[in-house]
């Protein structure tokens, strides 16, 4: 019992960063209605740069928090205004093309740079042990950065003028440009900023588990069952998704093989748009 619930509180832990990364993706998706098949690849991007960062100058990856973010964000405008700004509005078949050649431009490019060889980002925090069991440090710590993000992004989008701005293009964004809303603008800023979470949470991932220029497809897999718990748009739904899909990843691994993994989650993303196709926790919406 002991160790169930041991695992049942590490998948909160890990639920936390996959909360942070579907952020991102829930952030583009319910802003500007297209759906980031990219979304792997870019936290991918982000553990390679906690990973080259760490390697080159021997600080902690934690510290490279804020320098990942900042680099997700600027890439993420950039992104949007080569790729994404041209299919805003068009059928969504279109930004599906755009963001999966994107997808297909990263994967190509860092196989060809970094090969598909396991990395690591060596990291060593004390942990908490309870009745024999052990809580890592770096799991703690992941947590409590991706808390302490998702709430710097609740209160950024609902204190803030920027912020405001973001949700008034969500929810009408003819009326927002009506209003002398710049949106074009708006909507390079909140790419930015779902590149920018995504990024982070690749980085906070990083020193979780060993990565390979391949391992995106997995998280955004994890990312889409996340949006789909929490709520179409729904940053807040988001964290407690990848809370509750943690917990049913820390449920199943005592009993099932870790293959199964991907199979599990892929059912609780088919069960979920059947029998709550806004969401679980729709009813948390900012």
């Not at 041991?6 to 996959?18: C, H, K």
């Not at 500007?32 to 021997?58: E, K, Q, R």
């Not at 069991?133 to 302490?148: D, E, Q, R, S």
């Not at 440009?177 to 909140?190: F, K, W, Y």
Request: aromatic content about 10%.
């Amino acid at each position: 019992m002991i160790g169930i619930l041991a695992s049942v509180i590490d998948g909160v832990l890990v639920g936390a960063v996959y909360g942070l990364a579907a952020m991102g993706l829930t952030l583009i998706w319910g802003v500007m209605n297209v759906i980031n098949l990219s979304h792997g690849a870019i936290i991918v991007l982000g553990m390679f740069v906690v990973y080259f960062l760490t390697s080159a100058t021997g600080a902690s990856a934690y510290l490279g928090v804020p320098l990942v973010l900042a680099l997700g964000f600027a890439a993420g405008v950039v992104i949007y205004w080569i790729s994404v700004n041209r299919v805003i509005g068009q059928p969504i078949l279109m930004s599906l093309l755009a963001t999966f050649s994107l997808n297909m431009v990263i994967i190509g490019l860092g196989t060809a740079a970094w090969t598909t060889s396991p990395y690591n980002v060596p990291v060593s925090l004390p942990g908490i042990s309870v009745r024999g069991y052990t809580f890592t440090g770096t799991h703690i710590m992941a947590a409590l950065i991706a808390v302490v993000i998702a709430a710097a992004l609740y209160l950024f989008l609902r204190y803030t003028r920027p912020g405001k701005a973001i949700r008034a293009v969500a929810s009408n964004r003819d009326a927002a440009e009506l209003n002398g809303i710049p949106t074009r603008q708006v909507l390079s800023m909140a790419f930015g900023l779902g590149v920018a979470l995504a990024c982070v949470s690749g980085a906070l991932i990083a020193t979780l588990f060993p990565f390979t220029v391949l391992s995106g497809g997995s998280y955004q897999l994890k990312s889409f069952v996340v949006t789909v718990l929490g709520g179409l748009g729904n940053p807040a739904g988001a964290l407690m998704g990848g809370i509750a899909l943690g917990v049913v990843e820390g449920l199943a691994t005592p009993f099932t093989p870790v293959s199964w993994t991907p199979i599990i989650e892929f059912g609780l993303f088919v069960i979920t748009l059947i029998a709550f196709p806004r969401g679980i926790f729709a009813f948390s919406r900012a």
